[in-house]
Every structure is written in C-alpha cells, then in structure tokens.
C-alpha cells in the first residue's frame, strides 16, 4: 500500500512539473512578445519578478504543514530525482549564477577554487553527514552530533560551524537577490533587498523545507534552462551542432588550440600584437616595481614629489592653448586616486 501511494505520488510530481514547465516556456514567449509590442523593459521587470514571486508562494502555500519531520526533512520522502533537482538548485543560486560568473571573470583560473570548494563541500556532507543525520533521526547537524559524540560541546561546535558557513553563504545570497530585484524594477539596491527577502519569507515559512524543495525543484527548471539556452545558442552558431559538449571538444577547443600558438607567436600579425600588449603590462609591472624601491629610501619624500609632479602636469594641460578634456581628467583622477601613505602606496603598487 505505501509503496502505491508513493508510486502515486512520484507520477503526480512528474505531472504537476510537466505543467509548469510548460507554464513557465509559454510565459517567457509571452514576455517576449510584450517587449517586441514595445512594453517598457521596467513594466516587464515587474511582471518576471512578481509572477516569479507568486508562483513560489503558491506553490509554498500548497505545501503548508504542521508535522515536525514534514517542516524540517519534508517528510523524508522527496523522491531521488527531485531532491537532486532541489540540490542542484541550491547549488545553482544566486552566489552560483552571479557571484562565481563574476568571480572568475575577475580572479580566471584562481577562481576555480571556489568552485572545487563549494561543490567539494556538498560531496563530504552527502557522503558523510547526509546518510547518518537519517539514520540517527535527527534533523539538524548540530543535533546529529550531539546524539552521536554526546554532550553539548559538539553540539556547540556543530552550531558554529554551522552558522559560520550559513552566514557566509546567505551574505552573497541576499547580495545578488538585491542586484536581481534592483535591477528588474529599479528600486533602490536596499529596498531591493527587503522585497526579495519578503519573497522567499512567504515562500518558505509555512511549509519549512517542504515548500523549499518543491519550490526549488521549481526553479531548478528555470536555473537549467537560463544555464543551457545561451550554451546551446552559441554552439550552434559556431559549430551547427546543439550539443555544446560535443561541439566543445570537437571543434571549438582545436579552434582554441590553434588560436593560442597564433597569439604567441610573435612571427604572425596577431602574436606581434598581443606581443605588445604584454610589453606594455610588463612596463607597468617595471613601473611600479620602481615606485616600490623608491619608496622603501624616500617614504613619505618621495610620495610627495610625485604627486607634486600629478599635480604639476594637471596645471600643464589644463594651460595648453587646446586643453585635451579626456587627458585632463585622467590625470586629476591620478592625483585623486594617488596614495595618501606609505603604506596605501606599496599595498596599491605591489598589487600592480
């Protein structure tokens, strides 16, 4: 008998996100056809963010409960597929979607550190605190590691680590939801903030982590098809084929391969130009290599001759008989951004 009932309701599941995810396509065409018919960009802001809004809360208030494990573990019967789902989605949040696109893009290759370590993360407590937090009946780590170790101490030191990792995490969360919000309707970062918080409050309170996995399992959907529209997009328009995995190690890597020994090469056109461009950061770096060693004799001296002489040039090109206003700016924002210390001076410079 349970085992029907749980048949019944993993092919309910299927259907319901079957519908939405129709739901959510036939949407998006819409707002696509109301932004060709000239519908202001901020008026469909409002419309993607507060349909969103009312779909979670919806779909939150459906799964409204009164049951301890229902509130806290869902029930302990999310099927397989769909906790994955709900995962995936957290993983792929707003610290995810935003914040590593953007910290990569800064940091390159360094950035990728941050990748192993969150999806690290997510493995060692799948694999060593999931299944035993189960099977110990508990529904917090903190709770699960004073019933196994016993005392309050690790149950304290479960709370820290714990809170720790929460607050650095929700930090870049309530982040990236006040850019999303600020930027869909143009209210202000810290209004933006508080209308995004209010949402995933009514979409969250009534059904604990009930409503969380359903709604995320719900924005899975959206996360997966924002992530694989624009890879399936730029695959075919560069290699015809739909499937950026493949078209990826089938051709545009050789194509890459072929364009980095072009670019160092110094004998092609390319690799004579990228050439340059690596002389004049490598001047750069000579630049303030010298500006270090002159501080380390001169310290505060050399300071401020140099910004006499900023200062001294802004006067010259402000008195030329034609004063260039792009050269004139940048050099009052070299005497404003100068270091006022030694010690800003060799923390900007080393950073250079």
């Not at 129709?22 to 349909?51: N, R, S």
């Not at 995004?196 to 996360?223: D, P, R």
């Not at 890879?231 to 078209?247: A, D, E, R, Y």
């Amino acid at each position: 008998m349970a085992t029907s009932s749980q048949s019944q309701f993993y092919a309910n599941l299927k259907k319901y996100y079957t519908f939405y995810t129709g739901g959510f396509i036939t949407f998006v065409i819409i707002v696509g056809i109301l932004e060709q018919l000239g519908v202001p960009t901020k008026v469909l802001g409002y419309i993607f963010l507060f349909a969103t809004i009312l779909l979670y809360a919806g779909i939150g208030f459906m799964s409204k409960t009164a049951e301890v494990a229902e509130y806290y573990v869902a029930g302990r019967r999310v099927p397989a597929l769909f906790n994955g789902m709900a995962t995936g989605a957290d993983w792929m949040s707003a610290a995810s979607f935003i914040g590593m696109a953007g910290t990569l893009y800064h940091m390159g290759f360094d950035g990728l550190a941050f990748v192993m370590g969150w999806t690290g993360g997510y493995c060692l407590v799948a694999l060593f605190l999931a299944p035993y937090l189960r099977k110990f009946g508990q529904f917090t780590i903190p709770d699960f590691l004073g019933a196994r170790y016993g005392g309050n101490i690790p149950r304290f030191v479960g709370i820290i680590v714990a809170i720790t990792c929460s607050f650095t995490y929700v930090i870049a969360q309530i982040y990236g939801v006040g850019i999303i919000t600020s930027r869909f309707t143009g209210l202000e970062f810290g209004i933006g903030v508080f209308v995004g918080l209010a949402g995933i409050l009514v979409c969250s309170f009534l059904g604990g982590m009930k409503a969380v996995t359903w709604t995320q399992v719900a924005q899975y959907i959206i996360l997966i098809v924002a992530y694989m529209i624009p890879v399936v997009w730029l695959s075919v328009k560069h290699t015809g084929i739909p499937i950026p995995q493949i078209s990826a190690y089938t051709s545009a890597l050789p194509k890459v391969t072929a364009m980095e020994k072009e670019f160092n090469d110094k004998a092609t056109p390319k690799g004579a130009k990228e050439d340059s461009v690596r002389q004049i950061f490598r001047d750069k770096a000579a630049a303030a290599d010298a500006q270090l060693k002159a501080l380390e004799t001169g310290g505060a001296n050399y300071l401020a001759e140099e910004k006499a002489k900023l200062t001294a040039k802004v006067a010259e090109l402000k008195g030329a008989a034609a004063p260039n206003v792009k050269a004139v700016e940048a050099a009052e924002k070299a005497v404003k951004d100068f270091p006022a210390d030694p010690a800003a001076a060799k923390k900007a410079w080393t950073a250079a």
